[in-house]
C-alpha cells in the first residue's frame, strides 16, 4: 500500500488518512485526540440539586461578585474596591498560632518542632519529582477509601522526595488530623502555608488544629485572617462560625453563617446553624471544645512514575523526626464527625455491591478497576442492578459515579429507580447521569466515537471526580457509534476503561436460550474481554410463577460460588439466596 501508515504495535498498513490500526484499534497519530469541536460537557442539577444530569453546551460564566464603589466625581475615574484586601505578611497570625500550639504542646508533654529543611539541601530533581508524584497518587488511593494511616508512609517518601510540594504537606496533615494527631497535622498545615502564604486548605486546616486543641481564640483569629483572604470561599466562613459559636459569640456566628448562605443559598449545615442561633435567647452555658469540621482530602491526579528507591532513607528519617512523637493525643472534640472503620482489604480493594448475599459470595465486592458485564433478558433488572449499585457506592462510600443511559432519559429513570426504593438523595453532585439526548449530539461529531466519549467523560472527571461507571446499554452505543468493525471496536472500548482507572459496569441484552431446560451462553466477543461477567435471568418455578435469578459466570481475581442465586428487591435493597431446585 503506497504512502501507508504501519502501526507501531502490530505493524499493520494502513491508509494514510487512517486514525486508529485497521487491525488492533490503536492510535496512529500522536496529539491530544479530542474533537475540536465538540462542545463541552455542561453539569445541570435535577432533583432537588442532589444528582446532576450532563448535557452539551457551553459552561455558563458565574457572575463576579459586585465591585463596591463610591459614585465617581465629575472628572473623577470610577474606583472599585480590590476583590482581594491588601494584606500580604501573614506572618504575625502564623507566629501566634505557632506560640499557642508549642505551649499547648508542652504543658501535656508533647514535643513540637515545625519543619526545617536541611541547609544546603539541593532542590528536587526531575527523577525525583516524578518519584514524589507516584507517591503522591498512591496515598492520594489511600486517602479515597478513608485509610489514613496507610497513607502517611507514601505521604512521607514523597516529601523525602520533594519537600516543596504544597499537595503533599496538605495531605500529610489532613491524615494526621483525621487520626487525632493535631500536632503533626499542625507541621503539614503550618509548612503549606510556608510554600504558599495565602493557600485556603493551610489557613482552615491550622484553624481546626487549633479548635481540637481547645485553643478557641486562637483558631478564630487564623480563621479571621482566611475570611480576609478568601472571602468567597464557603468553608472558611463555616469554621469561623463553628468556632464562634462555641466562644458563646452568637452573633458575629449567625453573621458567618448568614455569610455562607449568601454564597451558598443551599447549604444545610448552614441555615439550620443560623435558625437555631436566632432561636436562642438568655445566657449560654460555658464553651465547651471545639466544633470543627472533618479534613477534607484533596484528590490531585499525577501521571505514574519510576518505582521507589532507598537512597535517600536518611531524609526519610529526617521527616519522621520533624514530627513530634506524641505519647498520647488529647481526645477528640465531641463535634468532630471521624470515619468509620473499614473492613479489612483483600488481595485486590473492592468496590461492594451493597447486594445483600453477593459480596459475601466475592470476597467482599467486585475488585476496582474491573470492567463488568451485567447481562439478561428483559425484566431481570439489570438497568435498576447497575443503578442500585451506582448510587449506593454514592450515597454509603461517597464514591463519584456515571451513569450513561443510552435509551432511557434521565428523569424518566430518576423517576422509575425512585419507585423501587433507591436512595436519590445523594453528595452533591456525586452522580452524574448523561442520557440519550446528550448522546446523539455526541456521537453526531464526524470524529472517532470513542475519541468523543473519552473528551465526554475526561470533562465529568475533571469537574466531579470519578470512580464508577455504568454504561446502559452496549447494544445502544453500538448503534450510536456506528461500529463497523463489533469486536475491533469493543477491544477499543475495554482497554480504554481500563486505563481510566474507573471501576465499569456495561449492561448488555441476552435473550435466554433454553435447550432440554438448560441455559445455554452464546458466543460473545465482549464475554471474553470482561473482567466479570454477572448473569439475570428468569426462571419459571412452576407454569404460573417466575423468579428472577443471579449468576456470577467470571470475575477475574475473586474465588466466587457459579451457581445461580435467587434474587428479590425489597423496599430499594437487592437480596440474593441460595435458589432451590424445583
Not at 459569640?249 to 458567618?256: C, D, Q, T, V
Not at 451493597?354 to 465486592?365: A, M, N, S
Request: glycine letters at 6%; a neutral charge.
Amino acid at each position: 500500500m503506497p504512502n501507508s501508515i504501519p502501526c507501531p504495535t502490530c505493524a499493520s498498513p494502513n491508509k494514510p488518512d487512517a486514525f486508529n490500526c485497521r487491525v488492533c484499534g490503536r492510535k496512529l497519530r500522536a496529539g491530544d485526540d479530542r474533537p475540536r469541536s465538540s462542545p463541552p460537557v455542561v453539569l445541570q442539577r435535577v432533583m432537588g440539586g442532589e444528582i446532576f444530569t450532563a448535557i452539551l453546551g457551553e459552561v455558563p460564566k458565574k457572575p463576579g461578585p459586585p465591585a463596591k464603589s463610591s459614585a465617581p466625581e465629575r472628572n473623577t475615574p470610577a474606583t472599585f474596591a480590590p476583590t482581594e484586601p491588601e494584606v500580604e505578611d501573614h506572618s504575625d497570625a502564623i507566629a501566634a498560632a505557632v506560640d499557642r500550639i508549642r505551649a499547648k504542646a508542652q504543658a501535656q508533654g508533647h514535643r513540637f518542632k515545625p519543619y526545617i529543611p536541611v541547609p544546603g539541601r539541593k532542590p528536587p530533581t526531575p527523577q525525583a519529582k516524578q518519584e514524589a508524584a507516584t507517591f503522591l497518587q498512591t496515598a492520594v488511593g489511600f486517602l479515597r477509601e478513608s485509610r489514613f494511616e496507610p497513607a502517611i508512609e507514601p505521604l512521607l517518601k514523597g516529601i523525602s522526595r520533594d519537600d516543596e510540594d504544597r499537595r503533599l504537606w496538605i495531605l500529610l496533615a489532613e491524615a494526621y488530623l483525621r487520626l487525632n494527631k493535631p500536632y503533626k497535622a499542625a507541621v503539614g498545615y503550618l509548612r503549606a502555608l510556608e510554600l504558599s502564604p495565602k493557600d485556603d486548605q493551610g489557613w482552615i486546616g491550622l484553624g481546626r488544629v487549633l479548635g481540637m486543641l481547645d485553643e478557641l481564640a486562637a483558631a478564630a483569629a487564623v480563621l479571621e485572617r482566611a475570611t480576609l483572604l478568601h472571602p468567597q470561599l464557603v468553608d472558611t466562613w463555616v469554621e469561623r462560625g463553628m468556632v464562634l459559636e462555641a466562644l458563646q459569640n452568637l452573633a458575629e456566628a449567625s453573621k458567618s453563617f448568614a455569610k455562607v448562605l449568601e454564597l451558598r443559598p443551599d447549604h444545610r449545615l448552614a441555615a439550620a446553624k443560623r435558625q437555631e442561633l436566632e432561636s436562642k435567647l438568655g445566657p449560654s452555658p460555658a464553651p465547651t471544645a471545639s466544633s470543627v469540621a472533618s479534613a477534607r482530602a484533596a484528590t490531585p491526579t499525577e501521571p505514574a512514575s519510576p518505582p521507589e528507591t532507598t537512597a535517600e532513607r536518611g531524609v526519610l528519617d529526617e521527616m519522621e523526626n520533624a514530627f513530634t512523637l506524641e505519647a498520647t493525643a488529647p481526645p477528640p472534640s465531641k463535634s468532630i464527625a471521624m470515619p468509620p472503620p473499614k473492613q479489612a482489604e483483600t488481595l485486590f480493594p473492592r468496590v461492594r455491591t451493597f447486594v445483600e448475599g453477593l459480596d459475601e459470595t466475592l470476597e467482599g465486592g467486585i475488585p476496582r478497576g474491573h470492567v463488568v458485564l451485567i447481562e439478561g433478558a428483559p425484566g431481570t433488572m439489570k438497568s435498576s442492578l447497575g443503578f442500585s449499585i451506582i448510587v449506593q457506592n454514592a450515597v454509603q462510600e461517597e464514591l463519584h459515579g456515571l451513569y450513561l443511559s443510552l435509551e432511557e432519559r434521565a428523569s424518566s429513570l430518576l423517576k422509575q429507580m425512585g419507585g423501587l426504593g433507591l436512595p436519590l438523595k445523594v453528595p452533591k453532585g456525586s452522580l452524574v447521569v448523561l442520557d440519550p439526548r446528550t448522546a446523539k449530539n455526541l456521537f453526531a461529531e464526524k470524529t472517532d466515537w470513542l475519541a468523543s466519549l473519552q473528551a465526554a467523560i475526561r470533562s465529568i472527571k475533571e469537574q466531579r471526580g470519578l470512580d464508577l461507571i455504568v454504561i446502559d446499554s452496549l447494544e445502544a452505543l453500538e448503534v450510536l457509534a456506528k461500529f463497523k468493525d463489533r469486536r475491533r471496536e469493543m477491544y477499543r472500548l475495554f482497554e480504554w476503561l481500563r486505563d481510566l482507572g474507573v471501576t465499569s459496569f456495561l449492561v448488555t441484552e441476552r435473550p435466554d436460550w433454553l435447550i432440554a431446560g438448560h441455559v445455554l451462553q452464546g458466543r460473545w466477543d465482549e464475554d471474553f474481554l470482561a473482567d466479570g461477567v454477572v448473569h439475570l435471568r428468569m426462571h419459571f418455578v412452576t407454569d404460573l410463577t417466575a423468579q428472577r435469578r443471579l449468576r456470577v459466570v467470571k470475575m477475574r481475581g475473586t474465588k466466587h460460588e457459579t451457581g445461580y442465586l435467587a434474587m428479590d428487591v425489597d423496599d430499594g435493597r437487592f437480596r440474593v439466596t441460595r435458589a432451590m431446585s424445583s
